[in-house]
């Protein structure tokens, strides 16, 4: 059974920098794309970052572009979204995702290609 538990919100001031964990479980973690989703109150889930399979290809929303950074340990099965410079607007639950599917776009920005959600952890950022 595929599972995947996010871990490291939490609430912190504008300006602030938190590192959310992604554990995965029950899969081959090195064969999968891996993505960061976040949705905020009253709107739509949207894509955050996302790693390829092959871990070459790095993508993220322009709006947190040098400022969030995903990683991944395949020793520990685990992706990594370290943000730095919070601000109130990326106060969202944010969900990690997996997908054994290539994205030959190279972003892996689309929901639609992942099979594997986590349950979410919760980001407030105070202005």
């Known amino acids: 059974q595929v599972r995947l538990v996010e871990s490291g919100g939490g609430f912190v001031q504008a300006g602030g920098s938190l590192r959310l964990s992604c554990a995965a479980s029950g899969l081959t973690f090195s064969m999968y794309a891996l993505g960061w989703f976040r949705q905020a109150p009253g709107k739509e889930r949207e894509f955050v970052a996302a790693?390829?399979?092959?871990?070459?290809?790095?993508s993220y929303r322009d709006s947190v572009k040098g400022r969030f950074t995903i990683s991944t340990d395949n020793a520990k099965n685990t992706v990594y979204l370290q943000m730095n410079s919070l601000n109130p607007e990326d106060t969202a639950v944010y969900y990690c995702?997996?997908?054994?599917?290539?994205?030959?776009?190279?972003?892996?920005?689309?929901?639609?290609?992942?099979?594997?959600w986590g349950q979410g952890t919760q980001v407030t950022v105070s202005s």
């Open positions: 995702a997996a997908t054994l599917r290539t994205d030959y776009s190279g972003s892996y920005s689309a929901e639609g290609l992942y099979k594997y």
């Open positions: 790693i390829s399979r092959g871990r070459d290809r790095i």
